[in-house]
């Protein structure tokens, strides 16, 4: 084994992957990502909305929930290599990607990856809550804040309860996996390259100001397949009150 390749194996063995309703006959699989700071439990009741023959897989980065403790990624290379090793024979069968936030930017990329290497194409992928990667972030440098003003950087992104972000205890273990996470965010540069093929989804909320209409529309961009524009009401979390609405459409690009 080359010294990269020993490197990339290593890496493998901190990203787990997590199915909320295992079903081995399922005829399709949809690997989730999550967004800045969340774990696998984000996609733990989609099983519910996605029926019988979707299995829901849920990526655990380290550095939360079973794998608090161990060092977060702080660059998405690197973990989109990581994510493929550990996948291994999964992405011989049929799969889709999903990608919520920095989830979003992290599946397109490893879809990025896949193509490169010839390996199967995703039959779907759904970035949600996030511009286009070609377009420049409003906060380029988040993840070198203050850990004040990385609070309120949280605080003004939504989703976080107030009581959570008040707690400074628990703020001391959380900041440094969101602060990591936001570095993957603000590190990444996209380099052109060849085009996806498969369809792509992206949704979001109406109101949200991290990701408007136009932004998730310039996704069109980067594949030749397939294109869908989706709005639900809310915010950058729409996806916690608008779940149901959500996994329907999931569902029907992927089943009819």
Do not use: K
Request: glycine share 10%.
């Amino acid at each position: 084994m080359t010294a990269g390749a020993d490197a990339a194996a290593g890496a493998a063995r901190e990203v787990g992957l997590v199915r909320p309703r295992p079903l081995p006959g399922a005829a399709l699989r949809l690997v989730c990502f999550p967004y800045a700071g969340g774990g696998a439990s984000v996609f733990a009741s989609w099983p519910a909305g996605t029926g019988p023959d979707i299995e829901v897989c849920a990526v655990q980065l380290p550095g939360r929930e079973a794998r608090f403790g161990q060092r977060p990624f702080q660059d998405v290379r690197t973990l989109v290599s990581a994510v493929e090793a550990s996948l291994g024979g999964l992405l011989d069968e049929p799969f889709a990607l999903f990608g919520h936030s920095m989830g979003a930017l992290v599946a397109f990329e490893f879809a990025r990856r896949l193509a490169a290497r010839r390996r199967r194409a995703p039959a779907h992928l759904f970035v949600s809550a996030r511009p286009a990667p070609h377009l420049p972030r409003p906060w380029p440098r988040a993840h070198l804040l203050p850990d004040d003003q990385l609070i309120d950087r949280v605080r003004q992104i939504g989703g976080t309860p107030a009581q959570v972000l008040a707690d400074a205890r628990l703020m001391r273990l959380v900041l440094p996996v969101l602060r990591a996470d936001f570095a993957v965010n603000d590190g990444h540069v996209h380099r052109p390259g060849p085009l996806l093929d498969c369809p792509v989804t992206a949704l979001g909320g109406r109101d949200d100001p991290e990701a408007s209409p136009r932004a998730l529309t310039a996704w069109q961009r980067h594949t030749t397949g397939p294109f869908r524009l989706r709005l639900f009401d809310g915010g950058h979390f729409y996806l916690r009150e608008h779940r149901d609405e959500l996994l329907r459409v999931v569902r029907e690009s992927l089943v009819g």
